[in-house]
Structure formats: C-alpha cells, structure tokens
C-alpha cells in the first residue's frame, strides 16, 4: 500500500528547461493555479535567455513525484547594475507560486542557496507567496485589475466621467486601430515605443525581446497600434493569459496627446481582448502617485499594493532600479537630451542588464 502523500518529503530540485515534456507540465501547473502570471511560464524565461542573454532556472517543489510549487528565476547580469536572482526578469510579477507557506519557504532557500553558488549577492521574488524571514518591500508600485463589460457600450460606460469624454474626443479624430504581429506591426510598435520611453529618459529594451516574446507566445500576445493618416501614434504590445489582458509594453509620440491616442487604444484593447475570450484586464503596475498612476486611476481602475521579496547577502546592498531616485535623476535628463538614434543604439546594451 502506498504512503499518503503528506508522509514523503518535499523534494526542490532544478528543471530541464530543454525537456519538453518537463515544460508542459510546469505550464499546466502554472495555469492551473489562480496566482500564475504568463511571467512563470516556460515561454517566458526562454524568451528573455534568447533576447538578453540572461540565464533561466526553474526550481521545482515536488512531493511524491507530484508538482507542489515552482519559482522561475532569471540570472541577471550588468556591468552597471550587478548581478542578482529574480523571479522573473523583466517581468512586474512572477515569485513563488506553491500552495502553501512551506513550500513556498523551501523554494525560497532553494533559491538563495543557488545565488550563493552563482555569486550573486541578491534574489528578488516580485509577488507570489512571500517567504518567512525575507524583507518584504511595498509602497513603491500599485498594481491595477478590474473586470471587462459584457460588450463595447458597456464598457464605455464603465469608465468615468472625464476619461470617457476624452474617448469620444479620440474617435472624432480619425484614428484607425490595427492588430497583429506581422513584421509591420512589430516595426511601427518597436518605433513608438522606443521614442516613447526616450522622452521618459529610460533606455529602450532589445527589438528582439519584443519579437522573442510575440515568437513564442503566438496567439497569446499581439500588438494593438492606432494610426493618424497611415503613421504609428501609440502603440502597445500585450499578452493574453487565462482571460485575462495585459498591454505590457506601451507608449505613444508627442502628438498622441492631442490626437487622444492612448485613450482610443486602450479602449480598443478592451474591446479586442473582449473578442480573445477575456474577461479581466491587468492594467500592469506603476509607482505610487506618479503620472501612470493617477491615469489608471482615471480610468477606474483601483490601485491594489504589490510587495516583493528580496534577500541580500550581508555587506551588500539591494540594487537600486528606480528611476525616479535621486541617484539617476541626472543620467535620465541626460537620455531624455540624446538623439533617438544614438538612444536607441545605446539602450539595449543598458536595458538588457535591468531585468
């Protein structure tokens, strides 16, 4: 007779990312659970090696053969930023997800342990069940998620007041809407967006980190871009996971303003995502009381706290990302100077290390 399953011990080991199979049942896993995020996916860790270079781990919690909790991991690496573990690079989320406390607690030591072998100096878990004993860090980002309508008249009702008359500006305006992941959308989307986050004085990310994730997401991620007489204004690439949206990475030029273009784009989207089956949209994460943050919020959106983990090794301090702090204050007011095309050279080779 076999044992129950609560009597066998709990086992972490490291996947085989190459093993195919291995990597089905970790994403079953993954959407299975009411807390995973397309930022544990197998997919994802693949497309952030493929495009940044960073190194993937995927640490297994196992009881009895059978999968208790998982904690994805990106080895990151900057000449500028150090060197740390985190869960999951490039993503607003990620962290353990298990089933409860102790599992989570027996990923998280796995995980610390395996920064010691690495040499790095820190792990990072953004969300998930946050291990016992590590400093915790909250009040720096909100996240924003509500429900979609049942269809387009509704949803435009669901918004307030203000932002609901600034939509109806955008569709006198003669704006056109696209999607898709063809070569075009990808170029016109990498364009506005580059431009978009040069003005913000952040060094844009690698084009092949958009194409690796469109690559290997398929159906699940696409780009949604508005035109004003044939030209990109705004433009956001977003993932589709488990009903719900994400426009991830997003940005428009001077004159979307005007034009009202990112209001006709996310209304879209919410429209579009409506038709891929999705019921909730993830408005992502900001930094309290800054600009994106108040914008969500004039969208009805209610901002709810994220709180991440981390743990450094004694003598070191936790890496320093944030771009609002007075630490990179002068370097931002430089990029925001630079020329597009020496920003757009110059930031990939930056924006690969952030993680």
């Known amino acids: ?16 990312l190459h093993d195919a199979e291995e990597c089905r049942r970790i994403d ?46 990106h080895e990151m690496h900057s000449p500028l930023f150090g060197r740390a ?39 990072e878990l953004r969300g998930g069940v946050l291990p016992k004993a590590w400093a915790t860090r909250q009040g720096t980002y909100a996240g924003f998620v509500r429900d979609l309508e049942a269809n387009e008249d509704d949803e435009l009702k669901a918004v307030p007041r203000k932002q609901r008359a600034e939509i109806r500006k ?14 075009t959308e990808r170029a016109d989307h990498y364009a506005v967006y580059a431009t978009s986050v040069r003005n913000l004085g952040t060094p844009v990310f690698p084009k092949n980190l958009f194409d690796a994730v469109l690559d290997r997401f398929g159906d699940d991620a696409d780009i949604l871009t508005v035109r004003h007489e044939g030209r990109a204004v705004a433009s956001v690439l ?7 949206v994400m426009p991830y990475w997003g940005g428009g030029l001077f004159e979307a303003r005007d034009l009202r273009a990112n209001e006709l784009m996310y209304f879209a989207l919410m429209n579009h995502a409506r038709t891929k089956g999705c ?11 800054t600009g994106p943050y108040h914008y969500k919020k004039n969208w ?16 070191a301090a936790p890496r320093e990302m944030n771009p609002n702090s007075p630490k990179y204050r002068l370097q931002v007011k430089l990029w925001q100077k630079l020329p597009l095309a020496v920003a757009n050279r110059l930031g990939p080779m930056i924006a690969k290390g952030l993680g």
């Open 1 to 16: 007779m076999n044992a129950p399953l609560t009597l066998h011990k709990l086992r972490v080991r490291a996947a085989d």
């Open 28 to 73: 079953a896993f993954v959407r299975e659970m009411p807390e995973g995020t397309p930022f544990h996916l197998t997919d994802w860790l693949k497309a952030i090696e493929e495009a940044c270079g960073q190194t993937p781990h995927m640490l297994l919690a196992e009881r009895a053969g059978e999968l208790r909790g998982l904690l994805p991991l």
């Open 279 to 289: 019921t909730r949209l993830d408005f992502g994460r900001s930094k309290v009381g």
């Open 300 to 315: 009805g959106f209610e901002p709810g706290p994220l709180v991440y983990a981390g743990k450094t090794a004694d003598g």
């Open 85 to 123: 573990l985190v869960s999951s690079g490039f993503a607003v989320g990620g962290g353990v997800l298990a089933h409860n406390r102790a599992n989570a607690n027996a990923l998280a030591d796995a995980a610390w342990k395996l920064a010691q072998r690495l040499s790095c100096p820190e792990v």
């Open 238 to 244: 977003s993932l589709y996971f488990n009903g719900t």
């Open 170 to 183: 955008a569709m006198k305006n003669g704006l056109e809407i696209t999607t898709g992941s063809g070569e």
